[in-house]
């Protein structure tokens, strides 16, 4: 005689669910952290090129600027020429290298075939572009300490924090921006040719020249409007506050700005995940 419980049994221990419903309800905290460490241990891995690098090219560039100034003493805004570089340069290297993390997270497993490792785990679309975005986002974050740590040793340069709190939340929508832009550019290229034509002909042109290495009121009315409505400028500018306490743009407008544009970002972002264009077709 069969003493198993029925499936219609009230006390039976047995759960049955549907094909295709899902039976995880909530956040799923361990998948989530799981994908995010896995994005921040594949940089990790090669530290001296995605952490120590930037820092090194941010010197070279310090350099090569503050000798073609000679010893004219040129200041900038009320500030030295060669303290009013160095928080460009730090948010610079955060913005292009919080892109380059997310951009290369779903193409090379496009390109690889592994695609499926992102797909088939029971991670909701939220969660997915919060663990890949996150480890951009913690990319950028080491890499500006590290920026941060080879200035401050840098003879004849200032980097204190004057408002720790502007140059957090700046840095913060900096490279969430960027890592959002990655994602996007992740889902749409087909190979790494593609990711590096967004890198030379979008990232890097809107980061030099947005302020980096100039006050963009010394632009014509023109050039100064149409930097005015390049998000990056925002980002250089609020992140410059927060560490030398000047800035040539309306900080509230910026911060409002960016968050907006994120979000919409991350809507974008959200939408192609969910429709599977170009990853699941």
């Known amino acids: 005689m069969n003493d198993q419980p029925g499936p219609q049994s009230s006390d039976s221990s047995w759960v049955r669910f549907e ?33 120590w690098a930037p820092a090194v090219n941010a010197l070279l560039l310090l350099t090569i600027f503050t000798v073609a100034q000679g010893r004219s003493g040129i200041h900038i805004m009320g500030v030295r020429f060669a303290d ?104 749409w290229a087909d190979k790494f040719d593609q990711s590096a034509m967004v890198t030379n002909f979008v990232v890097l042109p809107l980061s030099l020249l947005s302020g980096t290495v100039y006050s963009v009121e010394q632009l014509s009315p023109v050039f100064r409007a149409i930097s005015h409505a390049n998000p990056f400028f925002y ?19 910026g911060a409002v700005g960016l968050l907006a544009l994120n979000l919409a970002l991350w809507a974008l972002c959200y939408a192609l995940l969910r429709s599977g264009w170009k990853i699941k077709n």
Do not use: C
Request: no cysteine; charged share 10%.
């Open 19 to 51: 094909p295709g419903v899902p039976t995880l309800s909530g956040v799923n905290t361990v998948g989530l952290k799981t994908l995010y460490i896995k994005e921040v241990r594949r940089f990790l891995k090669v530290h001296m090129q995605t952490l």
């Open 84 to 187: 009013f570089i160095a928080p460009g340069l730090i948010i610079s290297a955060m913005l292009q290298n919080s892109f380059a993390n997310s951009s290369f997270a779903l193409l090379v497993g496009k390109m690889q075939g592994t695609i499926v490792d992102y797909l088939m785990p029971p991670l909701s679309v939220g969660e997915l572009i919060a663990g890949i975005v996150g480890a951009a986002v913690t990319r950028a974050f080491l890499v500006g300490t590290a920026v941060w740590l080879a200035l401050l040793v840098w003879p004849n340069v200032s980097v204190g924090i004057a408002h720790p709190l502007a140059m957090l939340w700046f840095g913060l929508m900096g490279a969430t921006m960027l890592g959002l832009l990655g994602l996007l550019t992740s889902i």
């Open 235 to 253: 980002v250089i500018s609020g992140f410059r506050y927060g560490l030398l306490g000047v800035a040539d743009s309306p900080l509230i407008v």
